[in-house]
């Protein structure tokens, strides 16, 4: 079983839907949570991070995480087509040395 | 703010040929990395630097692949012998301080685009 486990895409909706992107991870020592964004061609950067069970809100997106599930979810409003890209949810345990272990990435198509 | 620069963008090589890839990261960060992304998949540590020395590099493949960060700014990646399986997107990142922090803000270059023919 992998660390990190993300639902397979491509996922594809029409401008103005909800999207959920989600991730499971097996590993309940993972305790920072983050989402990056990755437009094609380019390098992936920080969308959010969390480091609690609970919702985080920025904008159109929430991020959300349930550590009793070992669940985490992204959650996009109002969806618009430069939202367009692949996300990646990304994990790491405390310590001056830990890394991050990332999913392998879910690509989302916006219609105009 | 300057961002990650790596080159070059694109390389195109032979299996068993050698190549080099560059990272410059953004002024002030002690940490730099390097990651794999192959196609379809999310990014996979390579190796990790502190200034200029290694913090990780478990999932280096030390026997094609060498990294150096020489006076803790600048890095090169080589690999030598190339294989097909190493086509994939070389990522560059570099952070404030250690990964420990609790933001995981890395800031990524665009990448340098390998295929091994």
């Known amino acids: 079983q992998k660390e990190v486990e993300q639902d397979p895409g491509p996922l594809s909706v029409p401008e103005g839907a909800i999207v959920s992107l989600n991730c499971t991870y097996s590993n309940s020592a993972f305790q920072y949570f983050m989402w990056y964004r990755q437009y094609s061609r380019k390098g992936p950067e920080l969308l959010m991070y969390t480091y609690s069970s609970g919702n985080k809100e920025d904008g159109r997106f929430t991020a959300q995480v349930d550590k009793s599930s070992k669940y985490i979810s992204l959650f996009i409003r109002d969806s618009q087509p430069s939202d367009s890209a692949t996300y990646l949810c990304a994990m790491k345990y405390p310590g001056a040395n830990s890394k991050l272990t990332f999913g392998k990435g879910i690509t989302l198509s916006v219609r105009p | 703010e300057a961002g990650v620069a790596q080159s070059p963008r694109y390389k195109i090589i032979e299996k068993r040929q050698s190549v080099a890839f560059w990272c410059n990261p953004i002024s002030g960060h002690a940490t730099l990395y390097w990651y794999q992304q192959i196609l379809g998949q999310g990014p996979k540590l390579l190796i990790q630097?502190?200034?200029?020395?290694?913090?990780?590099d478990s999932q280096l493949p030390k026997d094609r692949f060498s990294a150096e960060r020489l006076k803790g700014v600048d890095s090169t990646l080589k690999i030598q012998p190339a294989k097909l399986e190493d086509s994939a997107v070389y990522l560059c990142?570099?952070?404030?301080?250690?990964?420990?922090?609790?933001?995981?803000?890395?800031?990524f270059g665009e990448g340098s685009r390998l295929t091994v023919l």
């Open positions: 630097f502190q200034n200029n020395g290694v913090v990780d």
């Open positions: 990142a570099s952070s404030w301080g250690l990964a420990g922090e609790i933001t995981g803000e890395l800031f």
